[in-house]
């Protein structure tokens, strides 16, 4: 059985929090919350050293503040500055589950690994999830520092993991023929939700979270009032996004939102009826997000530049858009290959290169030119 130590003890043994007792030059029992063991008798030593010393003792010690009433504030933020906060409600409760108890301070960059590292080996967590975690965590320590509750951030101490964003699914012609087969035949009521997010290529929280007063029908205009990236982005409407708007405001109760159930309540995603198609269709490793992929890649085999797509995407910077450049490698041999033309032209002593195109677009017709930076018209 380990020793007690004098002068330190836990209010509620196995809580992890830490007290200490001792007697002032008075004569009077005072007693003080210090959190970790090695704290309360680090303290423990200190105090008795003031008592010896004649030192006015302080009347009243910073309070310990736990992981669980930090968190509180991180949720307050979320839900006031995110879009859709419910992911970090559901990581939030289970890091309470694991700290909520803990010193605030006393959590250590140690833990914080360990509870990474087991998240990823028991629940094979992406490293996405796990870095999803670590900021989770980061932003519960700066607004704590903010708020003077704490003093270290020590989520800032643990290692980002590498994500790999190199995977692009996008939907070939005779998958997305298969489903719409399958819709038209057993869910008819989703198929404009499944053209508005092949031709917008709006993210999920995006696209779901619209309303009608988010629609300019008129200027074929959709807003997102505030994306991944926290800025304001319009994104422009084709025909085949019209007609969809159209069949749905045809169902429009008044209420607003532009998705609803057979019921006539709100969606808030495609989950129960799109991952069922998906399955039934025997389409393999296909997501909702992968119909983004589609988009992109498409505009890109059209012949659009990265510079329009990045801005039609909503991409932040040009180097997410870069990652479809590769998708068709058709159209970069094509291109190659028109240089070859060109250098051929040169070293035969023509005056002029040769300007005609024969690029084999498989299937797409590339689109007419016009100025780089025009966005309004889609491809599809």
């Known amino acids: ?101 803990r010193p605030a301070e006393g959590i250590t960059p140690q833990d914080i690994e360990r509870f990474l590292a087991a998240g990823i080996e028991q629940d094979k967590w992406a490293p996405a999830t796990a870095n999803r975690y670590r900021a989770l965590l980061s932003l519960t320590y700066r607004l704590g520092i903010r708020n003077e509750k704490v003093s270290t951030n020590p989520a800032r101490l643990v290692r980002h993991r590498l994500e790999n964003n190199a995977r692009v699914r996008w939907l070939r012609p005779e998958e997305e023929q298969e489903l719409r087969k399958y819709l038209e035949a057993t869910d008819p009521l989703h198929l404009p939700e499944f053209d508005i997010a092949l031709n917008t290529g709006l993210r999920l929280s995006e696209m779901y979270w619209r309303t009608w007063e988010n629609v300019n029908l008129e200027r074929r205009i959709l807003t997102v009032p505030r994306s991944k990236n926290g800025e304001k982005r319009h994104v422009p409407l084709n025909s085949v996004v019209m007609a969809a708007l159209a069949q749905l405001k045809a169902q429009d109760d008044g209420k607003g939102w532009i998705f609803r159930n057979e019921r006539g309540e709100r969606l808030t995603g495609p989950r129960y009826w799109f991952d069922a198609a998906i399955k039934e269709t025997k389409i393999q490793d296909f997501h909702w997000h992968d119909l983004r992929h589609t988009f992109a890649s498409r505009l890109i085999m059209g012949g659009m530049d990265l510079r329009t797509v990045q801005e039609l995407m909503g991409h932040k910077t040009i180097a997410m858009t870069c990652r479809y450049a590769h998708l068709a490698p058709t159209y970069q041999l094509a291109a190659v290959e028109r240089l070859a033309e060109i250098n051929r032209a040169i070293k035969d002593g023509k005056s002029q290169a040769p300007t005609d195109t024969r690029t084999d677009t498989g299937g797409f017709e590339p689109l007419p030119e016009r100025p780089e930076r025009e966005s309004q018209a889609l491809l599809m």
């Open 1 to 101: 059985m380990p020793r007690k130590q004098r002068g330190i003890y836990e209010k509620a043994p196995g809580s992890g929090i830490w007290w200490i007792r001792y007697s002032d030059s008075m004569g009077r029992i005072r007693r003080e919350k210090a959190g970790l063991k090695q704290t309360a008798t680090t303290l423990y030593r200190k105090r008795k050293t003031e008592v010896l010393q004649g030192k006015k003792l302080p009347e009243t010690r910073k309070r310990v503040m736990s992981f669980e009433e930090l968190s509180k504030d991180a949720l307050a933020y979320s839900k006031a500055h995110k879009q859709d906060s419910r992911h970090d409600g559901y990581r939030m409760h289970r890091l309470v589950g694991q700290f909520g108890g």
